[in-house]
């Protein structure tokens, strides 16, 4: 006597499971571009390591004999696997049954069982693969019945959850009510350029509180949410990229809070002096460069990905490898608003810093700032409480970090580049300056009386420029120890790859959750 029977049943309702909303629904999501959710999760994991859990939670039907007649899958694919070999939780919407519902009755939930929990209890990063058009009026036909929101819990699993592992968000298809909200709650979040859209309502509610025609489109494509509202952090040209990327995130950080980031050999020279770092800042000072570049000479090659290149972007901020070592890179753009700091990036800024301090990634700032974006438009973006805030986030950070001032430093954003209350060692390279503000639009600030009493007021501004201007000089700086060390920028990533070996030391000694006050996820 074996339990042969059950085990047929058992594999018949898992392959019925398997074909998901069935073939024209398949073929509808294929249509539009998109990938079903078991398709992405064979992507995603290392071949063979998903490990589905509820493989047979979902809605079936028996005749009168109890025999199984039918059964439809929960709209959600939960489970775990590897990437790159390691641990991964991993849930995803499976848009072909019911569009992903994603209310209150469809969450698949057994004994208190969710993705968060086994993330958080099992200490690996939680991958939430979205696509769901959130919740629906039909649900109420369906139950005979309405419900209301609220699970303080669920919330509260999830803050938990952000403190302690890696939580990452793809929005892959058009994503409606809970859905966008659950993209939000990660360190990181993608989502594909022309086959999804987020929003909290779709068309036909904006069309009916509002009155106003919109497409799906133009509410919530990467163009508001990855360069203008900054919900999403990045775009991937289709779902592949957007896998590939996912993969990629994760091989920085460590597993949990309670581990360093994964150290990888490195075939590229510490020692390497790049002679392009000798030239790459022009001596005209209003003259641009390209910070990426510079970057990649610092860096070991290779190792650079960018995280929110769209939003922000007088800031641009890098995950790479120094020596083998995963750190946070953070720097200005001056390409962008002078690479002065503006409100986004202000907010691009607290959640780098805050998210590099949970992971134990030591922070390197390449400051080139000069100062906060000026003028109406970021008063009423209100700049000064995103400062503020900004302040919080650097002061309360623990994880070493490390500056070297580029070019300008000026103001308030200038002093942005490291906590006071920690060792805050900054090198600067010989075209660097700081001070209050530039000298340029300081003088007629400090000196109006004096230049426009002059026989020449345009000779007499250029004379107290030029003036002031050697007083700034860096070495004069250094001379009263205002700045540590002046450096040949072909030094840099030598003394780099020193700094990131040192704060391996420090960073072990900082394993588990971090306390801030005040600093979202």
């Known amino acids: 006597m074996t339990w042969q029977r059950e085990v047929d049943r058992l594999k018949y309702q898992q392959e019925m499971a398997r074909q998901m909303g069935g073939s024209e629904n398949i073929a509808r999501q294929h249509a539009k571009g998109r990938l079903t959710v078991r398709e992405r999760i064979d992507l995603l994991l290392d071949k063979n390591s998903f490990k589905e859990i509820g493989s047979i939670a979902g809605t079936a039907e028996y005749d009168g004999d109890s025999n199984l007649v039918s059964f439809t899958h929960a709209p959600r694919v939960i489970g775990y696997g590897r990437i790159n070999n390691r641990m991964v939780c991993i849930e995803g919407g499976d848009f072909t049954i019911h569009g992903g519902w994603a209310d209150p009755t469809s969450f698949t939930s057994v004994g208190g069982f969710t993705p968060e ?21 039909q649900r109420i036909a369906e139950l005979g019945h309405s419900f209301l929101h609220g699970n303080p819990d669920r919330w509260a699993g999830t803050v938990a959850l952000m403190a302690e592992v890696p939580v990452v968000s793809a929005a892959l298809g058009s994503l409606g009510g809970y859905p966008p909200v659950e993209a939000s709650m990660s360190h990181w979040s993608i989502m594909t350029k022309n086959t999804s859209e987020l929003f909290v309502a779709g068309p036909p509610l904006v069309k009916q509180a509002l009155g106003i025609n919109v497409t799906k489109e133009e509410l919530g494509s990467y163009r508001v949410h990855v360069a203008r509202s900054g919900v999403i952090d990045n775009v991937a040209n289709d779902e592949n990229d957007a896998l590939q990327q996912i993969r990629q ?7 949990n809070v309670w581990q360093q980031p994964p150290y990888i050999v490195s075939n590229d020279d510490p020692n390497r002096r790049d002679e392009m770092l000798f030239s790459i800042i022009p001596r005209e000072r209003r003259k641009t460069y390209d910070i990426r570049q510079l970057i990649k000479h610092i860096v070991d090659s290779d190792s650079m990905f960018e995280l929110a290149p769209l939003y922000g972007r007088s800031l641009v901020t890098f995950l790479a490898r120094i020596n083998g070592y995963p750190v946070a890179v953070i720097s200005n753009d001056c390409r962008h608003f002078g690479g002065a700091q503006t409100s986004a990036g202000c907010e691009k800024m607290i959640r780098f810093v805050d998210f590099a301090d949970t992971f134990h990634l030591p922070i390197i700032y390449l400051v080139d700032c000069p100062g906060f974006m000026i003028g109406p438009e970021s008063e009423k973006e209100g700049i000064e409480r995103k400062s503020a805030r900004l302040a919080f986030a650097i002061s309360q950070l623990t994880v070493p970090g490390i500056a070297v001032i580029l070019r300008r430093a000026y103001g308030v954003a200038g002093a942005l580049h490291g906590s006071i209350s920690h060792l805050n060692l900054r090198y600067a390279w010989p075209s660097g300056e700081w001070g209050s503000l530039p000298v340029e639009g300081g003088v007629m600030a400090a000196y109006k009386r004096e230049i426009e009493s002059s026989q020449d007021p345009e000779a007499k501004r250029i004379e107290i420029e030029d003036r002031l201007r050697l007083l700034s ?15 040949d920028p072909r030094d ?3 003394i780099l790859c020193e700094f990131v070996k040192i704060a391996q030391e420090i960073t072990a000694t900082q394993l588990g959750v971090k306390s801030r006050i005040g600093i979202r996820p």
């Open 249 to 255: 995130f994760l091989s920085y950080l460590p597993q």
């Open 117 to 137: 929990k086994m993330a958080r209890e099992w200490r690996m990063p939680l991958i939430r693969l979205l696509d769901s058009a959130g919740g629906s009026v």
């Open 473 to 487: 000089s860096p070495f004069r700086t250094a001379e009263v120890f205002g700045v540590e060390e002046i450096i």
């Open 492 to 494: 840099t990533r030598p």
